[in-house]
């Protein structure tokens, strides 16, 4: 199945410091985008170790005979571990987390997909925006209870509140789920500080207008930063191209 795939970051334009991290595998096999809290230094930590420990635990593991989704919550889980043996070794980092999305391509199977905290994966077919992950936030569960509306969900001042996240003692539990694509997918890994700035129908505009990985993701970031740019902004776009034999690549610079 072939990949083009890039990915960007932006600290945005009211942050001083970038708390997103972002990985994409050289040769297409896995993307993952964090986003972390808890104090700038403790915010950056976490989704540097999260990413780096989700990107170390796949590598060393992937040729194992581990299911996918086994092997998806057993890197978020070491994730979790080494974020709370960071918090220990720095207290003043005590209250440090970070959200995680990753999509894993493993020959011959579907994609997987694994995601704790509220950045999310999307995926457009044709004209069609579908929120894959369903956010780990208060808001999102009282939405689903029929508690809040879609509408007020939008705007409630608990919307950014985490239900789940990494960096918790109690984490026993990872959202994984196979994803469907066909070739001429589009599929866009990022953190709230897109969703926040950019309705679906926009981000779905920008995703199918422009061919171009690259500029794909420069058009989102901006477009972002357009609308206020209030969060550190990170996508990683992966376009579906066919089922080949050929390698996935990135998009030239």
């Known amino acids: 199945m072939e990949r083009l795939f890039t990915g ?21 096999r896995f993307f993952v985008v964090a986003d972390g809290m808890g104090g700038h230094a ?13 990107q170390s635990y796949l590598n060393a593991h992937w ?8 092997l998806l919550e057993a890197a978020f889980l070491e994730a979790n571990h080494r974020i709370l043996q960071e918090q ?4 003043e980092w005590g209250e440090m987390g970070t959200t995680a999305v990753v999509v894993l391509f493993r020959q011959n199977e579907l994609p997987w997909c694994a995601h704790i905290g509220d950045s999310r994966l999307y995926r457009l077919r044709g004209y069609k925006l579908e929120q894959i992950t369903e956010d780990h936030t208060w808001v999102a569960l009282a939405t689903k209870t029929g508690d809040l509306t879609p ?27 196979s994803v469907h694509v066909q070739p001429g997918d589009r599929l866009l890994l990022c953190s709230d500080g897109l969703t926040e700035e950019l309705s679906d129908e926009l981000i779905a505009s920008h ?15 901006n477009a972002a930063k357009e ?18 034999s050929g390698k996935p690549s990135p998009e030239p610079a």
């Open 8 to 28: 960007l970051t932006d600290v945005g334009l009211l942050r001083s410091v970038n708390q997103d991290a972002y990985y994409t595998d050289p040769s297409g």
């Open 207 to 221: 995703l199918k207008s422009i061919r171009v990985c690259d500029k794909a993701a420069m058009a989102l970031v």
């Open 42 to 54: 403790g915010g950056q930590e976490a989704s540097r170790i999260a990413t780096q420990t989700i």
């Open 63 to 70: 040729d194992s005979s581990e299911p996918s989704s086994a």
């Open 151 to 177: 509408d007020q969900a939008k705007v409630h001042p608990w919307r950014h509140v985490l239900a789940q996240c990494l960096g918790r003692e109690d984490l026993t539990h990872v959202d994984v789920q």
């Open 88 to 91: 220990r070794i720095h207290p």
């Open 227 to 244: 609308q206020g740019g209030r969060d550190n902004i990170t996508v990683v776009v992966v376009v579906i191209n066919g089922l080949t």
